[in-house]
């Protein structure tokens, strides 16, 4: 029996229409355009401003352009994986509410949480499930609404993150030429004190002293977190790249977390890459956490071509990492 391959068929994607420039920020914390831009390469981010709206509701907008544009009747979608570290609500989760918007009937659905890696991690997941042979479609969707765990009153993480989604289709194929070919995925769990969310968990419940104190943001002591990124992230992507008898030649694309633009600079540097072959939108949409991948793929959907090697690759809280090889599979 040949092998089922699992394959992206289509990807879309999703951001609100208000822009947070750099020079908004500057009237709200101690910053400016220029050290912003330096540090981390971001120009501008955008922010879901309704406060009724959950990640659900640009979840459904990445999925529903992904449906149309790969003509799938919903339903006909085995399985719909969500990442994200903002749901909607802790129960239920949102990929269950995005199956319920979608008419997604004969879907099973479940969350997935790898803080930046998670689109990484669901990705791999899926295509686990669609080897198996047991399932055909899967909807894969990254989606977070940074902008309700971001303290804007504290410069060292309100620059960076930013709201959107984005999501892919991932189907079964007997022609193995296309598709995900190999990946890397790691943890190391000492990263808890360095980058997390202190409170409303089941260790730190919340609480009126959580909320005076700030603690539902998000906290990081980048310096240090940027230091392992830039290790972890290049590792990955030259060990993915060695292993599959990948040379600078034979990437077309390097499809990266966008936390930082330096870390995204050193990655291409050690796979010795040009710029020119790195999807970078990280100005003009910040940090979206489980966002950036596929709204990369999204983003530059239009300039990969059918049997371009693609590796993505990611870093973030947890620690999680990890490293992908895929050939690309249709022109659009
Ligand atoms: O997404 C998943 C994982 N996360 C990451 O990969 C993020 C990794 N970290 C980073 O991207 C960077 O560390 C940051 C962008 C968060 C910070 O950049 P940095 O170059 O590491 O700055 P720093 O924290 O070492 O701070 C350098 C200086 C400090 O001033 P002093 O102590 O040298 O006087 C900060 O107080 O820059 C100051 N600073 C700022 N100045 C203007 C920190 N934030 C700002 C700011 N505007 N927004």
Same mark, same amino acid.
């Given at each position: 029996?040949?092998?089922?391959?699992?394959?992206?068929?289509?990807?879309?994607?999703?951001?609100?229409?208000?822009?947070?420039?750099?020079?908004?920020? &500057?009237?709200?914390?101690?910053?400016?355009?220029?050290?912003?831009? !330096?540090?981390?390469?971001?120009? &501008?981010?955008?922010?879901?401003?309704?406060?009724?709206?959950? !990640?659900?509701?640009?979840?459904?907008?990445?999925?529903?352009?992904?449906?149309?544009?790969?003509?799938?009747?919903?339903?006909?979608?085995?399985?719909?994986?969500?990442?994200?570290?903002?749901?909607?609500?802790?129960?239920?989760?949102?990929?269950?509410?995005?199956?319920?918007?979608?008419?997604?009937?004969?879907?099973?659905?479940?969350?997935?949480?790898?803080?930046?890696?998670?689109?990484?991690?669901?990705?791999?997941?899926?295509?686990?499930?669609?080897?198996?042979?047991?399932?055909?479609?899967?909807?894969?969707?990254?989606?977070?609404?940074?902008?309700?765990?971001?303290?804007?009153?504290?410069?060292?993480?309100?620059?960076?993150?930013?709201?959107?989604?984005?999501?892919?289709?991932?189907?079964?194929?007997?022609?193995?030429?296309?598709?995900?070919?190999?990946?890397?995925?790691?943890?190391?769990?000492?990263?808890?004190?360095?980058?997390?969310?202190?409170?409303?968990?089941?260790?730190?419940?919340?609480?009126?002293?959580?909320?005076?104190?700030?603690?539902?943001?998000?906290?990081?002591?980048?310096?240090?977190?940027?230091?392992?990124?830039?290790?972890?992230?290049?590792?990955?992507?030259?060990?993915?790249?060695?292993?599959?008898?990948?040379?600078?030649?034979?990437?077309?694309?390097?499809?990266?977390?966008?936390?930082?633009?330096?870390?995204?600079?050193?990655?291409?540097?050690?796979?010795?890459?040009?710029?020119?072959?790195?999807?970078?939108?990280?100005?003009?949409?910040?940090?979206?956490?489980?966002?950036?991948?596929?709204?990369?793929?999204?983003?530059?959907?239009?300039?990969?071509?059918?049997?371009?090697?693609?590796?993505?690759?990611?870093?973030?809280?947890?620690?999680?990492?990890?490293?992908?090889?895929?050939?690309?599979?249709?022109? !659009?």
């Amino acid at each position: 029996m040949s092998k089922i391959s699992a394959v992206i068929s289509g990807v879309g994607g999703y951001v609100p229409d208000y822009v947070l420039t750099n020079r908004e920020l &500057e009237t709200m914390v101690e910053t400016n355009d220029e050290w912003i831009v !330096s540090r981390t390469g971001i120009r &501008e981010r955008r922010i879901l401003k309704d406060p009724t709206l959950g !990640s659900s509701f640009m979840a459904e907008k990445a999925a529903r352009m992904v449906l149309e544009k790969t003509n799938t009747n919903p339903e006909s979608i085995d399985l719909i994986l969500c990442s994200t570290i903002t749901p909607d609500y802790l129960c239920p989760v949102t990929s269950n509410i995005l199956c319920e918007k979608l008419g997604a009937k004969n879907a099973f659905s479940y969350d997935l949480m790898a803080a930046c890696s998670g689109f990484l991690y669901n990705l791999s997941t899926g295509t686990s499930f669609i080897e198996s042979g047991r399932y055909k479609k899967a909807l894969l969707v990254g989606v977070d609404k940074m902008s309700v765990i971001v303290n804007y009153k504290d410069r060292n993480t309100c620059i960076i993150f930013g709201d959107g989604a984005g999501a892919v289709l991932l189907e079964a194929s007997e022609n193995s030429e296309y598709g995900i070919k190999d990946m890397i995925m790691r943890t190391d769990g000492s990263g808890e004190l360095l980058l997390n969310i202190k409170a409303g968990g089941s260790k730190y419940p919340s609480s009126k002293h959580t909320v005076e104190n700030n603690e539902h943001y998000i906290y990081q002591e980048g310096a240090t977190v940027f230091k392992i990124a830039v290790t972890k992230m290049a590792e990955v992507s030259t060990e993915i790249m060695n292993r599959n008898h990948l040379t600078k030649e034979s990437v077309q694309w390097l499809v990266p977390h966008q936390a930082n633009k330096r870390i995204i600079d050193a990655t291409a540097d050690r796979m010795g890459l040009p710029l020119d072959k790195v999807t970078i939108n990280i100005d003009k949409f910040g940090n979206t956490t489980n966002g950036t991948i596929p709204l990369c793929l999204w983003d530059f959907e239009k300039k990969f071509k059918k049997g371009d090697n693609l590796i993505l690759a990611a870093f973030g809280g947890g620690f999680t990492w990890g490293g992908m090889y895929l050939k690309w599979a249709y022109n !659009s």
